[in-house]
């Protein structure tokens, strides 16, 4: 298989060590050094395109993959209010489309704990809930996509809680999400229910880039070929 990285930052650099540990070829590397001159040619070459870029340039390179006919998957965050617009685009350019706000099977394994957790919630309306979240240093949007995804699986399930806000709640109605940044954490999502009595908290920890790396190249592997728009739990329930 023929991988295009578009965005070979440190996530870019893990999943090239283990593409080729696995004998894939990778035919095109964007960075800094080359991210105003890569090509449309060069693309073409890829069977796939894996995109870990910034908010600001997301867009337009997914965009581009779908113009020349590669389906692309997709890490970066902080754009994802307009993702209907990508979703669009895709459907007219006929191109493949995957987005994960996080590609670690564990943490997609969280996100179904946390809808369950909070189906059972409901119903005890004692407990306040909040998120936390905490990144390294070189990560510039808080709260987090995780975070965002965890947070709209409760305001799903939790009736009293209508929407998510940064940091400390003013209203009832409101979702903290609480975001910290230090130096060298993979990243690490707790919820917190909280009441006079006691406080129940499940919490996902990663330790290293492996665990998103290694979900990135299974949903580029499953994405060959393949046209429409998907995430990671239409990949994880065709297994």
Same mark, same amino acid.
């Given at each position: 298989?023929?991988?295009?990285?578009?965005?070979?930052?440190?996530?870019?650099?893990?999943? *090239?060590?283990?593409?080729?540990?696995?004998?894939?070829?990778?035919?095109?590397?964007?960075?800094?050094?080359?991210?105003?001159?890569?090509?449309?040619?060069?693309?073409?070459?890829?069977?796939?395109?894996?995109?870990?870029?910034?908010?600001?340039?997301?867009?337009?390179?997914?965009?581009?993959?779908?113009?020349?006919?590669?389906?692309?998957?997709?890490?970066?965050?902080?754009?994802?209010?307009?993702?209907? *617009?990508?979703?669009?685009?895709?459907?007219?350019?006929?191109?493949?489309?995957?987005?994960?706000? $996080?590609?670690?099977?564990?943490?997609?394994?969280?996100?179904?704990?946390?809808?369950?957790?909070?189906?059972?919630?409901?119903?005890?309306?004692?407990?306040?809930?909040?998120?936390?979240?905490?990144?390294?240093?070189?990560?510039?949007?808080?709260?987090?996509?995780?975070?965002?995804?965890?947070?709209?699986?409760?305001?799903?399930?939790?009736?009293?809680?209508?929407?998510?806000?940064?940091?400390?709640?003013?209203?009832? $109605?409101?979702?903290?999400?609480?975001?910290?940044?230090?130096?060298?954490?993979?990243?690490?999502?707790?919820? $917190?229910?909280?009441?006079?009595?006691?406080?129940?908290?499940?919490?996902?920890?990663?330790?290293?880039?492996?665990?998103?790396?290694?979900?990135?190249?299974?949903?580029? *592997?499953?994405?060959?070929?393949?046209?429409?728009?998907?995430?990671?739990?239409?990949?994880?329930?065709?297994?």
């Amino acid at each position: 298989m023929k991988i295009a990285l578009i965005g070979y930052g440190k996530m870019g650099k893990t999943i *090239e060590q283990l593409a080729i540990e696995k004998g894939y070829e990778i035919v095109l590397k964007v960075d800094k050094s080359n991210a105003k001159t890569w090509t449309n040619e060069e693309l073409k070459q890829a069977d796939v395109a894996i995109e870990f870029t910034r908010p600001e340039s997301a867009i337009q390179n997914i965009t581009r993959c779908f113009e020349c006919g590669v389906p692309v998957i997709s890490g970066t965050t902080g754009w994802v209010e307009k993702i209907e *617009e990508v979703n669009n685009s895709c459907q007219k350019l006929d191109g493949g489309f995957f987005y994960a706000s $996080n590609f670690s099977v564990g943490v997609n394994l969280f996100f179904k704990l946390n809808k369950i957790l909070a189906k059972m919630m409901e119903a005890y309306d004692s407990y306040d809930i909040s998120l936390e979240e905490i990144h390294h240093t070189q990560k510039l949007d808080a709260p987090s996509g995780t975070a965002i995804t965890l947070a709209e699986g409760l305001l799903e399930k939790i009736s009293r809680k209508s929407e998510w806000v940064k940091e400390t709640a003013q209203q009832e $109605n409101e979702l903290s999400i609480f975001s910290k940044r230090i130096e060298n954490v993979p990243g690490t999502h707790s919820i $917190n229910y909280d009441s006079s009595i006691d406080s129940i908290e499940i919490k996902h920890t990663a330790h290293s880039r492996l665990g998103f790396a290694k979900g990135a190249l299974m949903a580029t *592997e499953w994405m060959k070929n393949r046209k429409g728009i998907y995430g990671m739990e239409d990949m994880l329930s065709s297994e």
